[in-house]
């Protein structure tokens, strides 16, 4: 089973628009949205009106933009000095708990904004993937069990990489389960596809793809990353039959060990 999910929805009104012509297309089949970001209102009026609502997840974000939460535009770790979002990866080992509190608290706010705009949230996953670095990644969880979101996506377990990154991406993966939050075998970009295909034929995995369209300059959808036209990039996959978004896995995969924060 496939699942195609865009990242960026409500990153702009060009984003979005790409993002409803692909789920139109059926070149996608879920999509995670920014709640931070100037087009958020605008992609969850499309959301309703093209009738994919109900595959939208949360694109946790702590990169860039406007903090929704007071207190985090005082975090010396997560804004610069103008009150902006500003966190950049790999730059904090340790995190004081103060700052996580705020974390938790930003995180909080923009689920609520999408569930205050008539958004469920099927699943989340992260705006440069922030959410994969350890303690960061916990406090999304709890967010995530607060306001029961069935799923996270992995870190990615498909491409080749060095033997200590991969003992803690399966690591990390492993405390999704634990949490009850993974939902999917195997994630990647369109990158690795090929190392993916026979998984996707399987009737007991599940793989996610990411992908970013955008539209070009004809109008045609491209993936941003790779600046190939989506529908060859998908299509090449040739398991389109088989497309699922996170709101048709039907129960939880993993078992719940940790109970919900209140």
């Not at 705009?117 to 303690?135: I, K, M, P, Y």
């Not at 497309?243 to 109970?259: C, Y």
Request: net charge neutral; aromatic share 8%; with cysteine.
């Amino acid at each position: 089973m496939l699942i195609i999910n865009a990242d960026d929805f409500g990153a702009s009104e060009e984003v979005n628009n790409a993002i409803a012509s692909a789920f139109k297309d059926k070149l996608i089949s879920s999509t995670t949205i920014l709640a931070n970001a100037p087009a958020f209102e605008q992609a969850c009026a499309l959301a309703k009106k093209n009738g994919f609502a109900d595959k939208v997840g949360i694109h946790l974000n702590i990169t860039e933009g406007v903090p929704l939460s007071a207190g985090m535009r005082d975090s010396k770790i997560f804004c610069n000095a103008a009150g902006m979002l500003s966190f950049s990866r790999f730059t904090h080992i340790v995190l004081p708990m103060k700052e996580l509190a705020l974390l938790l608290d930003e995180f909080s706010a923009q689920i609520e904004r999408c569930k205050l705009n008539g958004l469920q949230l099927t699943h989340a996953d992260s705006h440069h993937h922030v959410h994969t670095e350890l303690l960061i990644g916990i406090t999304a969880m709890k967010a995530l069990r607060r306001y029961n979101i069935p799923y996270m996506r992995l870190s990615d377990n498909v491409h080749r990489t060095s033997f200590p990154r991969k003992i803690y991406k399966s690591g990390f993966n492993i405390l999704l389960r634990l949490y009850g939050l993974r939902g999917t075998d195997y994630f990647c970009d369109m990158t690795y596809v090929g190392s993916v295909k026979k998984s996707c034929d399987a009737p007991d995995h599940v793989v996610e793809l990411m992908v970013h369209p955008e539209l070009a300059s004809d109008g045609e959808v491209v993936d941003a990353i790779s600046r190939k036209p989506l529908s060859a990039s998908v299509q090449s996959i040739g398991y389109l039959r088989d497309l699922i978004s996170f709101a048709d896995i039907k129960s939880n995969r993993g078992s719940t060990v940790f109970p919900s924060p209140t």
